[in-house]
């Protein structure tokens, strides 16, 4: 079991480009959350995915937005990136139903120029 | 607002020693919480979680102590082993809210 995958690991982009990160979940999830960890910070809630709808939703902005597939694959889009948004990008994977522990990924690293 | 913190950014333990981090709550209506373990270029590692219907519970060489009463959270590692230095969140369900972490550094 691969566990929670994210890509790509490492990314560059400048101020008021847009950024596609992805995430695949832990066999047998089906709902994903993202997070967004600023140095030295706890991760922030983003968004939730399940059944491919958003579910939940943090206090991030509209710039924010996601997807998931219907293999339960998910990605996160930011637009219009800011220089705050340098952070690392976090997923996580968990069961619908049942237990409640979530399964991260190694996150991607994200830094806006 | 609602939110989810932890009273000491650092803490420095010799090896062999008892760690115990604590972490204040203020939604009295959460009725789950989860300890994660981070360590540096990782994700967030479960360590062990506990119900609110419930004030003590074990894993291995972890302790978490949930007080309902003035909503405080303590996770306590026995024999702390220089393995365990990393940054510790306490995390409310859901969705998962977390505090700012503490770090924990064991000295050899």
């Known amino acids: 079991d691969a566990g929670v995958t994210q890509s790509p690991t490492h990314l560059i982009k400048t101020r008021g480009q847009q950024v596609t990160l992805r995430c695949s979940p832990k066999s047998g999830h089906d709902t994903v959350s993202w997070y967004q960890q600023a140095l030295g910070q706890g991760p922030q809630f983003i968004f939730q995915y399940y059944e491919e709808e958003e579910r939940q939703r943090g206090n991030f902005p509209d710039r924010f937005s996601g997807h998931q597939f219907p293999n339960y694959s998910s990605e996160l889009n930011v637009n219009a990136l800011l220089l705050g948004d340098s952070a690392l990008y976090l997923c996580a994977s968990s069961p619908a139903t049942g237990g409640t522990e979530a399964f991260f990924g190694q996150g991607t690293r994200l830094t806006v120029v | 607002g609602e939110s989810v913190g932890l009273h000491l950014p650092t803490l420095s333990v010799q090896e062999g020693d008892n760690s115990i981090i604590n972490c204040a709550y203020s939604n009295s209506a959460s009725d789950y919480f989860i300890w994660y373990k981070q360590e540096s270029g990782k994700g967030p590692q479960f360590i062990i979680d506990i119900r609110s219907n419930m004030d003590k519970r074990q894993g291995q060489r972890v302790t978490v102590l949930l007080n309902k009463t003035v909503k405080h959270l303590s996770l306590q590692i026995a024999a702390t082993q220089p393995g365990d230095s990393a940054v510790y969140f306490c995390?409310?369900?859901?969705?998962?809210?977390f505090g700012a972490g503490t770090r924990l550094t064991v000295k050899p």
């Open positions: 995390a409310e369900i859901s969705p998962m809210r």
